[in-house]
């Protein structure tokens, strides 16, 4: 299936050195954003996400973001974005989780936080 991710790992074999991004002072090449966004994948492939499920993305425009985001893709799950301002503290863990936008007070699941890498967890309904 053609999508936004197999468009990065054409650009990784095509020109593998060309910078991809630039996360302040260092540079990412298109081989190493690849690598990265694949280990996110297996990342989430490791929690149970697969294939059509849904892993909300609370992320600013930061360097990380196209890792997180291709990698999700690279997973075969939907990126749903949803705003910085969506996630919050949940007791009694006290990780960060995604709050529905239409606010009924329901967690998506654990949100990037120190202890969760970015990209968040979610929802594995399908």
């Known amino acids: 299936m053609l999508n936004l991710a197999s468009l990065l790992e054409t650009s990784a074999r095509a020109v593998p050195e060309r910078t991809a991004v630039v996360p302040g002072v260092k540079r990412l090449t298109y081989a190493e954003l690849d690598a990265a ?7 989430l492939h490791s929690r149970g996400v697969g294939p059509g499920d849904k892993v909300a993305l609370s992320c600013p425009n ?6 997180v985001y291709y ?8 990126v749903v974005p949803l705003p910085s301002s969506r996630i919050r503290t949940s007791e009694p863990h006290g990780h960060p989780v995604a709050v529905p936008e239409h606010g009924d007070g ?11 890498p970015p990209g968040g967890v979610g929802d594995h309904g399908g």
């Not at 930061?62 to 890792?67: A, H, M, N, V």
């Not at 990698?71 to 939907?78: E, P, Q």
């Not at 329901?106 to 969760?116: D, E, M, Q, T």
């Open 37 to 43: 966004a694949c280990r996110v994948a297996g990342l």
């Open 62 to 67: 930061l360097p990380w973001f196209p890792i």
């Open 71 to 78: 990698g999700i893709l690279k997973a075969g799950a939907v």
């Open 106 to 116: 329901a967690s998506v699941g654990p949100a990037a936080s120190p202890a969760h």
